[in-house]
């Protein structure tokens, strides 16, 4: 689930303003994904997601439940690229803004003052589930430890 969370829409950027048309305003608005230009910080997501299951996996397998607490440590990591992300939202905007410079001086500026960058459904995805991948880790851990 990590992994599909990265090809979720991340960042979305909107453009609301009167002074351009509905039509323009809407090629402006753009939703881009973990690995989309901006946000360029789901690869490392999407590395911890395999990581993760496979230490998951083969240590269910094996019955090995220090293994599978071992899938936190690519879970904590995947818990840092959403957090990065919150501090790029100004490149997602610039991303946008590259396709607005084409338009006139005047249009171009009202734009850039009513441009509005959010967080979308990926993103908090990929952190609930990171946070559940290191929760499930934990209890695992647990279950080992009592074991001894």
């Given at each position: 689930m990590l992994g599909v969370s990265v090809l979720l829409p991340w960042v979305g950027v909107?453009?609301?303003?009167?002074?351009?048309?509905?039509?323009?305003?809407?090629?402006?608005?753009?939703?881009?994904?973990?690995?989309?230009?901006?946000?360029s910080w789901g690869w490392l997501t999407m590395v911890c997601a395999v990581a993760a299951g496979a230490l998951?996996?083969?240590?269910?397998?094996?019955r090995r439940p220090r293994l599978v607490s071992a899938a936190a440590i690519p879970g904590m990591i995947a818990l840092l690229s959403p957090v990065l992300v919150v501090f790029r939202l100004d490149s997602a905007k610039r991303s946008t803004s590259g396709l607005a410079a084409r338009l006139p001086p005047v249009v171009y500026?009202?734009?850039?003052?009513?441009?509005?960058?959010?967080?979308?459904?990926?993103?908090?995805?990929?952190?609930?589930?990171?946070?559940?991948?290191?929760?499930?880790?934990g209890a695992a851990f647990a279950t080992a430890v009592k074991r001894r």
């Open positions: 909107t453009v609301h303003t009167a002074a351009v048309p509905s039509a323009v305003s809407q090629q402006l608005n753009r939703s881009v994904n973990g690995l989309g230009q901006g946000v998951g996996v083969i240590g269910g397998v094996k500026a009202d734009i850039s003052g009513h441009t509005q960058v959010s967080l979308q459904v990926g993103w908090f995805l990929s952190l609930v589930i990171a946070l559940t991948v290191i929760g499930v880790s």
